[in-house]
């Protein structure tokens, strides 16, 4: 199974930051991953697909990039409304299909 | 719009089983591979099994492989997951997922459904 690792697994931020988080995958998935958001109580929903492909409805704010094995998500300009947690999930090869750990992004 | 509505959920014993739903709306459910995710209390993502639109091609993650059956019914457009010989361990909020067009992501989920096994 390829394994995907996320960091951090948590930080703090402020409003208006630019903010980065990482995904590293055990071995290269080209740019077969997604990102998604998840906030307390509510079902995951996906951003960013095909590693830098925005999903339709998402903020511009939002940005991926990578391919191999190290992938980037960016929030440009962090609104409160982005406090939330964050998974990496690869569909390169499956089964299974695997996700990060996730990284909670809090406010400062 | 696209809605997928788990339902079935519930506290059960260890080693007891119980059948989860999901109702689906909005698209034409088989033309789609659907999903079942799970998230225990305070953890990540686990992905749990798939299915194809024609139900041909059907996996599971190890943690459930012989316990847990999927299953649809395009003509009711409804997914489901028996869950047999039930643990400690799988208890956990259950999310159908629908796959995307472009692979093997998640581009809608339902609400969940929070399966608890204890005794």
């Known amino acids: 199974a390829i394994r995907m690792t996320q960091s951090p697994s948590s930080f703090s931020a402020s409003t208006g930051d630019r903010v980065t988080i990482t995904c590293r995958a055990s071995?290269?998935?080209?740019?077969?991953l997604a990102w998604y958001q998840q906030k307390p109580g509510k079902a995951p929903k996906l951003l960013i697909y095909?590693?830098?492909t925005l999903q339709s409805g998402v903020p511009s704010r939002f940005s991926g990039s990578g391919s191999g094995t190290d992938f980037t998500l960016t929030i440009s300009c962090l609104q409160s409304e982005d406090f939330a947690t964050y998974y990496c999930?690869?569909?390169?090869?499956?089964?299974?299909?695997?996700f990060g750990q996730g990284t909670r992004l809090e406010i400062k | 719009e696209v809605q997928l509505v788990e339902s079935g959920g519930g506290l059960v014993k260890p080693g007891g089983s119980l059948r989860l739903s999901c109702a689906a709306s909005g698209f034409t459910f088989s033309s789609y591979s659907m999903n079942w995710v799970r998230q225990a209390p305070g953890k990540g993502l686990e992905w749990v099994s798939s299915?194809?639109?024609?139900?041909?091609?059907?996996y599971y993650a190890d943690s459930v492989k012989g316990r847990f059956t999927i299953s649809r019914d395009n003509a009711k457009n409804s997914l489901y997951l028996q869950m047999n010989s039930l643990r400690a361990e799988d208890t956990a909020v259950y999310y159908c997922a629908r796959e995307g067009q472009l692979g093997s992501l998640f581009d809608y989920w339902g609400q969940g459904t929070l399966v608890t096994v204890s005794s």
């Open positions: 095909a590693a830098s």
């Open positions: 299915i194809s639109s024609s139900s041909s091609y059907i």
């Open positions: 071995q290269g998935i080209s740019s077969y």
């Open positions: 999930q690869q569909y390169y090869s499956y089964p299974p299909i695997t």
